[in-house]
């Protein structure tokens, strides 16, 4: 099983929709949780940390489960301009997992 | 404005040539990371340092060489005994604590002539 896991899509969605990604970890004593947004050809950006009690900015909301050891990432009113790779973090101590990412194309 | 700094955006490398990617921070960050990405694929870790004049082996460091003579600079060298190493380089910091993200350099991308 892989240290982290996500559907690599793409997830082609319309203008407006609601969309989620789920990310699946392995290792139980994981501590530390991050969603990165990927541009083509850019480096991954941060787009939030993810806390056990949920956590929300704008149109995004970011949810740990650790019962399931996942952490989910909502976006909803989808723009345009959200099109991009989003990729998960776990962390444990200094060692940084990333999942391969999930594309989300937002479409007109 | 403080970030990461790589350079250069664009490099090539003829056969037999060592290389070397410039990483500078000034961030005051303790942690600093090389990452390799490869066309439509994650990241996977080169080395990474924690603290100057120390430094380990990520999962891929076989042809890479790495130094940390200094907090804010952290240069990687591809070396000849890498033989595939067309892909996109990039370096990461963060603080010494483990519920820190990491954040970026805006990359280096290394091919082939």
């Known amino acids: 099983r892989k240290e982290v896991e996500q559907d690599p899509g793409p997830f082609n969605v319309p203008e407006g929709a609601t969309v989620a990604f789920n990310c699946t970890y392995s290792n139980s004593a994981s501590q530390s949780f991050f969603w990165y947004r990927q541009d083509c050809r850019k480096e991954p950006k941060l787009l939030m940390s993810v806390y056990s009690s949920g956590n929300e900015d704008g149109r995004f909301t970011a949810q740990l489960n650790r019962a399931s050891q996942y952490i989910s990432l909502l976006i909803r009113d989808s723009k345009l301009s959200d099109s991009a790779t989003y990729l998960c973090?776990?962390?444990?101590?200094?060692?940084?997992?990333f999942g391969t990412g999930t594309k989300l194309q937002v479409i007109p | 404005d403080g970030g990461i700094t790589q350079s250069p955006k664009y490099l090539f490398r003829k056969e037999g040539q060592n290389v070397t990617l410039s990483c500078e921070q000034n961030l005051n960050h303790d942690a600093m990371y090389w990452y390799r990405q490869d066309p439509g694929q994650g990241l996977r870790l080169i080395y990474y340092?924690?603290?100057?004049?120390?430094?380990q082996k990520g999962d891929i460091a076989e042809g890479y060489s790495v130094s940390r003579e200094k907090k804010e600079s952290f240069p990687l060298t591809v070396t000849s005994a890498q033989k595939n190493p067309t892909a996109f380089y990039l370096c990461?910091?963060?603080?010494?604590?483990?519920?820190?993200?990491?954040?970026f350099g805006d990359g280096t991308r290394l091919s082939i002539l």
């Open positions: 990461a910091s963060n603080p010494d604590e483990s519920n820190q993200p990491q954040h």
């Open positions: 340092s924690q603290i100057v004049n120390d430094f």
């Open positions: 973090v776990v962390t444990l101590y200094q060692k940084v997992t």
